[in-house]
């Protein structure tokens, strides 16, 4: 199968199709996920220190037998390590638990806590050659004040998307910058009524492939990097025998009038600042 990249506004090239392992077990579980999808051909991981399994990533990429430049690994910094100093130490322990010596893309997991200070020294990161390409996750309200203060700007964004809320606005605000954007919840949190829109069956029969695949297309052509989370090696199997097909632009613009702004996380920046008081382990 064609895996096909994302072109990042430093000129990196980046799996589009990944294995996100959120609420994967540390240890075997995640080598065993990661293995597996290297064996299929993937080449991106997405990880966090909040998911507490980089050291399984690490110890899979390293049983691969795959040379690190093959491999893509995005992961991403907790609000508690955020702030001047306090980032790059968190960085330098993130590159102990991946067993690497730098990070492909590092993103900002939260818009809360000391967001500017990180990005600082995320900064410092880039120039010192331990991170390639940085990013936020999850920025909305506090968006333009990072911007404000970011001399690089964010290379992807993270956030929600699946066909109810595609998320147009947001790419539009960061194409100025080149900013890539990343889904999660690429299927709605896998919402029935989603993934059964009639568009989608009727695509699925006319292309042979399932519901789930044409989403997965979609969000391909898009432009959107999607990781959607398995350990069933025959899912992540099916997730990634999208490439072989291609929906026209008439079928694009069908599914494009399913926007309605359905979002399944509507947190609060207020609720979000609790997120500052759970310190993740090292």
């Known amino acids: 199968m064609t895996q096909t990249y994302l072109t990042l506004n430093n000129g990196l090239k980046m799996p589009q199709f990944g294995l996100g392992v959120y609420l994967v077990p540390e240890g075997r579980e995640t080598v065993d996920a990661c293995l597996n999808a290297f064996g299929l051909g993937v080449r991106h991981i997405d990880t966090a220190h909040a998911y507490q399994n980089e050291r399984g990533v690490g110890e899979a990429l390293k049983q691969s037998g795959l040379k690190r430049e093959e491999v ?3 992961t991403k910094l907790w609000p508690t390590e955020y702030g001047e100093g306090k980032t790059l130490q968190g960085i330098g322990k993130m590159l102990e638990r991946l067993q690497t ?9 939260q818009q809360v806590g000391d967001y500017v200070g990180a990005w600082k020294d995320m900064e410092k990161a880039v120039e010192s050659g331990k991170v390639r390409a940085i990013g936020i996750s999850n920025f909305n309200e506090n968006l333009e004040d990072l911007l404000k203060h970011a001399t690089v700007k964010p290379a992807a964004v993270q956030v929600e998307c699946h066909p109810y809320f595609p998320q147009n606005e947001l790419k539009k605000r960061m194409a100025e910058y080149g900013t890539i954007l990343e889904s999660w919840y690429p299927l709605g949190h896998g919402d029935k009524n989603l993934i059964n829109e009639p568009v989608f069956t009727k695509l699925a029969q006319k292309y042979k492939k399932t519901n789930v695949k044409i989403i997965l297309r979609w969000h391909i052509q898009e432009g959107n990097a999607v990781f959607p989370k398995t ?7 099916d997730n990634f025998d999208i490439f072989d097909f291609e929906l026209t632009a008439e079928e694009m613009a069908e599914i494009a009038e399913l ?13 979000q600042e609790r997120f500052t008081q759970w310190k993740p382990a090292d």
């Open 259 to 271: 926007d309605n702004g359905k979002r399944y996380y509507n947190a609060t920046l207020a609720e």
């Open 231 to 237: 350990t069933d090696p025959q899912h992540l199997k």
């Open 72 to 74: 893509w690994i995005t």
């Open 101 to 109: 010596d730098y990070i492909d893309l590092l993103l900002l997991h």
